[in-house]
């Protein structure tokens, strides 16, 4: 594990403007890999408008925990019907449980379809193609759920990964009552229709969800066989024991939660999560929302009382890490706990969806003590967003006339005055006042928004242009040691041959049973 991929490594994107894809000199292949008729925007009306549960839900009341509830007892029933044992109660996946070493590629948020999921994908092949297994964190498919959407999705962007694939619901997996998920990864047949939508509450919000609420699109065991087909391989198959659940991974439990739509857990998944979590073995945790994102902690409310990160944090868990998806970038918080462990929190929605403005992010020393600036990463860089973001809103903004563009440089200092922070690569010495005055109109603009107009402007100013500073992780372990390595995708033909690391964080198992980490990336060593 010392030696992972020695061969790849282009310099990130702290090193280099290059590294960040800037100047990219020839476009990749895979962008061209996305299908021909799949041209996905935010910006028309089709996608906000089948998105619309999401505003329903928080609005109306979310109905989400009461359709688990039905899933989970659809598969007890079917399994029933068919003869066969029913899913176990701890809803643990132990094919992988006796290996002595794990690998696991992790994609968060990929699903739009089109060129900014397939930029991914050779990158994927070629430096995670070799894992043991998959997982998808959080929103599989974009807008809004639907069976026959996994097809181009799912299906068709990973037939080349030859290892199964398992997932995490995000919100949008929801806005179709979850149907194209538990068909998806837990044999569903299509056809079974979703559970109620009804929630307890006045009788005008009844009546107002059930006019206006998206049900799910009809699809049938004829279109399931025909997508089946891109990862028809007896490696590629796998079937989980409903949306939430934990896998043995060797020597790590991957353990698998599902967060609905508004971002908690109902009371039977926090029950089954604390037995889960209990004992030495360590633990990761895959969420479908970051527990910490954008400099504050979202500890995730548990119904009835409790917290999933109070879980987390338990000494007698033993969990050394917490990866959520949801923001779609990469973002890497140590949090040093009293007792002295470091958990590290990972933000990793970064593999196919919209860009999440970084620019955003305040100086992370607001945590202190429990995490420092200093240990702080992300991608793409402060700068790099604003840049990026700069010259979207040129376009859209400013008639395409160049007076909002800011260049890398300019970005990077402009950033890093901003923030308080020594820059992570060398800057410009001076910036020109009218890359200041761009920067004064465009920073304040709300890149990240609250519920339900999430990442408002992100969303609206989504662009597929190079760089598009897209992300995975894979995740190494062993007995002893744990290694987290966080692979861009700039879109560059150049970094599809030779694959940017922008991040690696290694855990050593201590004498005395804890886990140490350390960062691979320059900086100072987290402690």
């Known amino acids: 594990m010392t030696a992972l991929h020695p061969e790849l490594g282009s310099e990130p994107s702290r090193s280099s403007t290059g590294g960040a894809g800037w100047g990219c000199r020839q476009p990749g292949i895979g962008a061209g890999l996305a299908p021909v008729d799949n041209r996905f925007s935010w910006l028309s009306p089709g996608p906000l408008i089948a998105s619309r549960n999401d505003v329903l839900a928080r609005r109306l009341g979310d109905p989400t925990d009461g359709q688990r509830r039905e899933w989970l007892r659809r598969l007890d029933a079917y399994a029933e019907a068919a003869g066969a044992p029913p899913p176990p109660r701890d809803r643990l996946v132990t094919r992988f449980a006796d290996r002595d070493s794990i690998s696991v590629a992790v994609l968060g948020d990929p699903g739009e379809g089109d060129a900014s999921q397939y930029v991914v994908v050779p990158v994927l092949e070629r430096v995670a193609g070799n894992t043991d297994l998959g997982i998808v964190c959080s929103d599989v498919v974009y807008p809004a759920g639907g069976v026959r959407a996994y097809r181009d999705r799912f299906y068709r962007a990973y037939a080349g990964y030859?290892?199964?694939?398992?997932?995490?619901?995000?919100?949008?997996d929801w806005f179709d009552g979850l149907t194209g998920f538990m068909t998806t990864f837990c044999d569903v047949a299509p056809d079974v229709g979703e559970p109620s939508p009804d929630v307890p509450g006045p009788w005008w919000k009844r009546v107002v969800r059930r006019l206006l609420w998206r049900h799910a699109p009809k699809a049938t065991a004829q279109d399931v066989a025909e997508m089946r087909w891109y990862r028809d391989?007896?490696?590629?198959?796998?079937?989980?024991?409903?949306?939430?659940?934990?896998?043995?991974?060797?020597?790590?439990?991957?353990?698998?939660?599902?967060?609905?739509?508004?971002?908690?857990?109902?009371?039977?998944?926090?029950?089954?999560?604390?037995?889960?979590?209990?004992?030495?073995?360590?633990?990761?945790?895959?969420?479908?929302?970051?527990l910490y994102t954008y400099a504050d902690a979202q500890p995730c409310p548990i119904e009835g009382g409790g917290f999933v990160d109070d879980i987390v944090t338990d000494p007698a868990n033993n969990y050394v890490a917490a990866i959520g998806g949801d923001d779609h970038n990469y973002q890497r918080y140590p949090v040093r706990q009293p007792d002295g462990r470091t958990i590290l929190y990972l933000v990793a929605g970064g593999s196919g969806a919209y860009l999440s403005a970084t620019h955003q992010i305040p100086n992370v020393d607001r945590l202190a003590p429990a995490v420092h600036e200093e240990d702080f990463r992300c991608y793409p860089l402060r700068g790099d967003s604003l840049a990026h973001f700069s010259r979207r809103y040129d376009r859209v903004l400013g008639l395409g006339l160049g007076r909002l563009v800011i260049s890398p440089d300019d970005a990077t200092t402009l950033m890093a005055e901003r923030v308080g922070i020594t820059p992570p690569r060398a800057g410009s010495a001076t910036v020109p006042a009218r890359e200041r005055r761009a920067a004064d109109f465009i920073f304040p603009l709300p890149a990240r928004g609250t519920a339900p107009a999430h990442n408002l402007m992100s969303v609206l100013f989504d662009s597929?242009?190079?760089?598009?500073?897209?992300?995975?992780?894979?995740?190494?372990?062993?007995?002893?040691?744990?290694?987290?390595?966080?692979w861009a995708a700039t879109g560059c033909r150049e970094h599809e041959i030779d694959p940017v690391l922008e991040d690696r964080m290694r855990a050593t198992r201590q004498p005395d049973g804890r886990w140490a980490w350390t960062s691979e990336t320059p900086g100072r060593p987290v402690p």
């Open 162 to 172: 030859r290892a199964p694939l398992y997932g995490l619901p995000g919100n949008h």
């Open 233 to 290: 391989e007896e490696s590629q198959q796998a079937v989980q024991p409903g949306p939430y659940c934990a896998i043995d991974a060797g020597p790590v439990r991957l353990v698998l939660i599902d967060v609905g739509i508004d971002g908690h857990i109902d009371r039977e998944q926090g029950d089954w999560l604390r037995e889960v979590s209990a004992g030495d073995r360590p633990k990761i945790l895959l969420t479908g929302k970051p």
């Open 464 to 486: 597929n242009a190079v760089p598009q500073f897209k992300s995975f992780l894979r995740l190494d372990a062993t007995g002893e040691e744990i290694v987290v390595s966080c």
